[in-house]
C-alpha cells in the first residue's frame, strides 16, 4: 500500500461530495490543514460553508471511512466555518458586512411568522452563525416580546445606533424608541423610511445571516427592504388553510415581480397533538402547505406543530429553541433553521468559481 502524504489525502478526499452542494469538498476548498505522521494518523480541518450544516455528521463519517479505506489508521477532523456570501456585493451596498439577507414573509398576519423569524435567527445563532434580527414590522412590532429585550439602544462612537442583543442575536426594532403601548400611525413613506434607517445607521458588524421579519401583506416595508439591499432569500410562512394560502401566493407573486429569490415555503400550525392521548388534530387544514409549494414549483420546508409552549415562550421573551423543555415545534424550527442556511450555502457556491486543487 502507497504511504500517504496530503497529495494522496486530498485525492482520496476528492471522492467526498458536500451533498447539498453536490460537489467534493476538495474543490470546494473546504479542506484545509492536513497533516500525516509516519504511523499513517490523519489530521485535517474541514471549513463548512455555514456552521449550521445539516449534514455535517453524513461529510464526516464519508471521510473517514474514505482516509481509512486509502491506509490512514486514525483519521481526526476538526471543524471551521466560513459563511459566503449568497449575493454579490453592489456597489455602495447599505450592509458591507452582512454576507446574507434572509426575508421572513407572510401574505396575512396571524400565522406565526414573527415566531418562525425569531426562532430562525436564534437557532442560526445557537449553531455558531453572527446572526441579526431586523423587526422591519413597523406599525407591529413584536420581536422584542419574543425575544424578551427591552431597553433602548445607544450610539456608538462612529455615531450609529447599537443594536441590543438576546440569545447570541442582535436585535432592532421600532419599539426600542418609543413608549409602551403608543401606536405608530405611519404612513407608507414613514414608514419606509424606518427601515433605511436600521439599514443605514444601525451598527450591525459582521454577520452571516440577517433575518428580517416583514410586515404581512405587500407594501412599502417589502418594497422598501428590496430596493435597498440585496436580499439573499426568502422564506414564506403559511398555514394549511385556503385563506392563508391565497394571501402567500400574492406574497410570491410580489417578490418574483421584485426579483427576490424565494428559497421556500414553511407551514405553521400544521396539527395540535394532544398531550394526553397523542392524537393529532389538524385545525386549519391538512396540506396546504405542500400542495401550494407543489404548484408554484417553491421547495417545501417542512410543517411546524401547534405546540403550546410555542405562544407561551413567546409571551415570556423565551424562543421555543431556546427553552430547557423543548418539544417538537422546537426541533422543526431548528431543522427549519439548518436548511434555510444549507440553501444560502448552495446560492452561494453557484455563484463561486470551481477551484482546481494539485
Given at each position: 500500500?502507497?504511504?500517504?502524504?496530503?497529495t494522496?489525502?486530498?485525492?482520496?478526499?476528492?471522492?467526498?461530495?458536500?451533498?447539498?452542494?453536490?460537489?467534493?469538498?476538495?474543490s470546494?476548498?473546504?479542506?484545509?490543514?492536513?497533516?500525516?505522521?509516519?504511523?499513517?494518523d490523519?489530521?485535517?480541518?474541514?471549513?463548512?460553508?455555514?456552521?449550521?450544516?445539516?449534514?455535517?455528521?453524513?461529510?464526516?463519517?464519508?471521510?473517514?471511512?474514505?482516509?481509512?479505506?486509502?491506509?490512514?489508521?486514525?483519521?481526526?477532523?476538526?471543524?471551521?466555518?466560513?459563511v459566503?456570501?449568497?449575493?454579490?456585493?453592489?456597489?455602495?451596498?447599505?450592509?458591507?458586512?452582512?454576507?446574507?439577507?434572509?426575508?421572513?414573509?407572510?401574505?396575512?398576519g396571524?400565522?406565526?411568522?414573527?415566531?418562525v423569524?425569531?426562532?430562525?435567527?436564534?437557532?442560526?445563532?445557537?449553531?455558531?452563525?453572527?446572526?441579526?434580527?431586523?423587526?422591519?414590522?413597523?406599525?407591529?412590532?413584536?420581536?422584542?416580546?419574543?425575544?424578551?429585550?427591552?431597553?433602548?439602544?445607544?450610539?456608538?462612537?462612529?455615531?450609529?445606533?447599537?443594536?441590543?442583543?438576546?440569545?447570541?442575536?442582535?436585535?432592532?426594532?421600532?419599539?426600542?424608541f418609543?413608549?409602551?403601548?403608543?401606536?405608530?400611525?405611519?404612513?407608507?413613506?414613514?414608514?419606509?423610511?424606518?427601515?433605511?434607517?436600521?439599514?443605514?445607521?444601525?451598527?450591525?458588524?459582521?454577520?452571516d445571516?440577517?433575518?428580517?421579519d416583514?410586515?404581512?401583506?405587500?407594501?412599502?416595508?417589502?418594497?422598501?427592504?428590496?430596493?435597498?439591499?440585496?436580499?439573499?432569500?426568502?422564506?414564506?410562512?403559511?398555514?394549511?388553510?385556503?385563506?392563508?394560502?391565497?394571501?402567500?401566493?400574492?406574497?410570491?407573486a410580489?417578490?418574483?415581480?421584485?426579483?427576490?429569490?424565494?428559497?421556500?415555503?414553511?407551514?405553521?400550525?400544521?396539527?395540535f397533538?394532544?398531550?394526553?392521548?397523542?392524537?393529532?388534530?389538524?385545525?386549519?387544514?391538512?396540506?396546504?402547505?405542500?400542495?401550494?409549494?407543489?404548484?408554484?414549483?417553491v421547495?417545501?420546508?417542512?410543517?411546524?406543530?401547534?405546540?403550546?409552549?410555542?405562544?407561551?415562550?413567546?409571551?415570556?421573551?423565551?424562543?421555543?429553541?431556546?427553552?430547557?423543555?423543548?418539544?417538537?415545534?422546537?426541533?422543526?424550527?431548528?431543522?427549519?433553521?439548518?436548511?434555510?442556511?444549507?440553501?444560502?450555502?448552495?446560492?452561494?457556491?453557484?455563484?463561486?468559481?470551481?477551484?482546481?486543487?494539485?
Amino acid at each position: 500500500m502507497n504511504e500517504l502524504n496530503e497529495t494522496s489525502v486530498l485525492n482520496a478526499l476528492r471522492t467526498v461530495q458536500e451533498p447539498e452542494l453536490g460537489r467534493d469538498i476538495v474543490s470546494l476548498n473546504m479542506v484545509r490543514d492536513i497533516r500525516v505522521t509516519g504511523d499513517g494518523d490523519v489530521a485535517f480541518t474541514i471549513e463548512l460553508t455555514t456552521p449550521a450544516c445539516p449534514l455535517k455528521d453524513e461529510i464526516e463519517r464519508n471521510a473517514r471511512e474514505t482516509l481509512r479505506s486509502a491506509g490512514a489508521r486514525q483519521v481526526d477532523v476538526t471543524w471551521t466555518s466560513n459563511v459566503r456570501r449568497a449575493s454579490p456585493v453592489q456597489p455602495q451596498q447599505l450592509l458591507p458586512g452582512v454576507k446574507n439577507i434572509i426575508a421572513v414573509a407572510s401574505g396575512k398576519g396571524g400565522v406565526g411568522k414573527s415566531t418562525v423569524a425569531t426562532n430562525l435567527a436564534v437557532a442560526l445563532a445557537q449553531d455558531g452563525a453572527a446572526v441579526g434580527l431586523l423587526d422591519a414590522d413597523i406599525t407591529g412590532p413584536n420581536i422584542p416580546l419574543m425575544m424578551g429585550v427591552e431597553g433602548q439602544p445607544v450610539a456608538s462612537a462612529s455615531n450609529k445606533i447599537v443594536p441590543l442583543e438576546r440569545y447570541g442575536v442582535k436585535v432592532i426594532s421600532i419599539q426600542f424608541f418609543v413608549p409602551e403601548g403608543q401606536p405608530i400611525v405611519w404612513r407608507g413613506p414613514l414608514v419606509g423610511g424606518a427601515i433605511q434607517q436600521f439599514l443605514r445607521d444601525v451598527d450591525w458588524g459582521e454577520l452571516d445571516y440577517l433575518v428580517v421579519d416583514l410586515p404581512p401583506g405587500t407594501s412599502d416595508a417589502q418594497l422598501t427592504l428590496a430596493q435597498a439591499v440585496p436580499i439573499s432569500g426568502s422564506v414564506l410562512v403559511t398555514t394549511p388553510q385556503d385563506v392563508s394560502l391565497l394571501d402567500v401566493t400574492k406574497a410570491l407573486a410580489m417578490f418574483r415581480r421584485l426579483s427576490v429569490p424565494v428559497i421556500g415555503v414553511v407551514e405553521n400550525m400544521t396539527a395540535f397533538v394532544c398531550p394526553h392521548c397523542g392524537e393529532p388534530t389538524e385545525i386549519f387544514g391538512r396540506g396546504g402547505g405542500q400542495r401550494f409549494a407543489r404548484e408554484n414549483d417553491v421547495e417545501y420546508f417542512g410543517g411546524i406543530p401547534l405546540d403550546v409552549r410555542v405562544r407561551q415562550g413567546g409571551d415570556a421573551g423565551v424562543p421555543a429553541v431556546a427553552q430547557r423543555d423543548a418539544g417538537p415545534a422546537a426541533d422543526a424550527m431548528r431543522t427549519l433553521a439548518r436548511t434555510v442556511a444549507a440553501r444560502m450555502s448552495v446560492r452561494a457556491a453557484r455563484a463561486a468559481p470551481i477551484l482546481s486543487v494539485s
